[in-house]
Structure formats: C-alpha cells, structure tokens
C-alpha cells in the first residue's frame, strides 16, 4: 500500500503571489538551520540559512523567520515564480558531538498560472 | 551543478547482490556526508568522514553498508546483500568547515544522488 509518506503537504500559489512555507524543529538546543529546495531528480540545494542569534534573514526573494520560543521557522518566497516549483526542507544543525544536519518533512510547492 | 558528482545516477540490482557508489565532493571540502532519502522524506543522516577518518555512523548504517574516503578526497558506499527495502536516493554532499570568531560554518553542498532499485 502506499506509504503516508509520499503525501507531502503541498501548497499551489499563484504565479506572482508570495509563498509561505512552516516548518517545526525538534531541538532546543539547535543553532543553525536552512532551507534546502530539491527539484525532482536533483539533490537538495542550499537557498537560505540562519543563525539561533537572530530571528530574521533576507536573500534574494527569500526571507526566514526564526521563532525559538515555539521552535518555528518559515521560509517566504516573495513573487513566486514557476522555477520555484519543488520540495522544500527545513534542516536543523544539531551538535551531537559532531555536526549533524536532520531535515524536517519537506512541503511541496506549486507555483499555478 | 554544485560541485558534487556521484556515480552511477541510477543503479538496478537484483537482490542478494552487492552495489558500490561513488562520491567526489568539491576539491577543496574536508567533510563529506552519506545520506539515504526515501520517497516523500527528508534526506537521514547514514555516516560521516573529516578528510579520510570516518568520523560518525548512524544506527540506519547496518554492518551490510560500508564506506570509505581512502586519500581524503572520493568516497565510496558498499551496500553487500542489497535487500528490497535498501531501495532509495543515496546522497552525498561535502562541506568545508572554518571559523569565524566563535560562529562556525559548514555549508553542506549536496550531490544529485544515485537512484538505487533493488528487485
């Protein structure tokens, strides 16, 4: 049968509007998380990351908010575009002794005309 | 294209069979990681080397897998026996990691990975 994980949230926004993506993570204790987009095939690309020390970064299009108190970040795409079209993970560095990235579930993003 | 190539990008193997995978990271990295990704997840963590020493390996890393960066450069994953439920993407990335002050860095560059399909 099929597995519940092939059912990835997907959010569809059309072309042009501003995309918002959630993700929770699991360690208190982490200080460093990205955003990581894979389109299908590929393996996953760096596009964003930020530090626990701050709650607010900014790229080209893309901002991320850190929320520590709640263990939230979310990812906006501004003006989405159909190139944006792909999985998106949150990861998490965790400091077990060594550093260790542990990915959140992945959303799927669909940029609709 | 960033950097890290794998090879093959697709693998079919019967199960019972052995399969090895190639990674060469960016030249210049000192770290390099081996994930397995499953449909519909995120890439897991498998195992980890800082230049050749094999520095850190997951539970998921059962005694059929095996992996080694001989000089520091390429690495190499040995699945023996492959079985059905091996099937999944097999990523590789590198990092080099440095310090700044007290902030450290280490930005993972991902490889497209070797499809594995075991029949």
Redesign the interface.
Known sequence: GE?V????PTLSVQEGDNSIINCAYSNSASD?F?W?KQES??????II?I?SNMDKRQGQRVTVLLNKTVKHLSLQIAATQPGDSAVY?C?E?MNT??????????TRLLSVQ | DTGVSQDPRHKITKRGQNVTFRCDPISEHNRLYWYRQTLGQGPEFLTYFQNEAQLEKSRLLSDRFSAERPKGSFSTLEIQRTEQGDSAMYLCASSFTYRVGKVSYNEQFFGPGTRLTVL
Request: charged share 15%; proline share 3%; no cysteine.
């Open positions: 597995s994980g092939l059912h990835l460093y990205i990581y095939g590929k393996g996953p690309q760096f990351d530090r993970f990861a560095l002794g060594f550093q260790k990235l542990v990915f959140g579930t992945g």
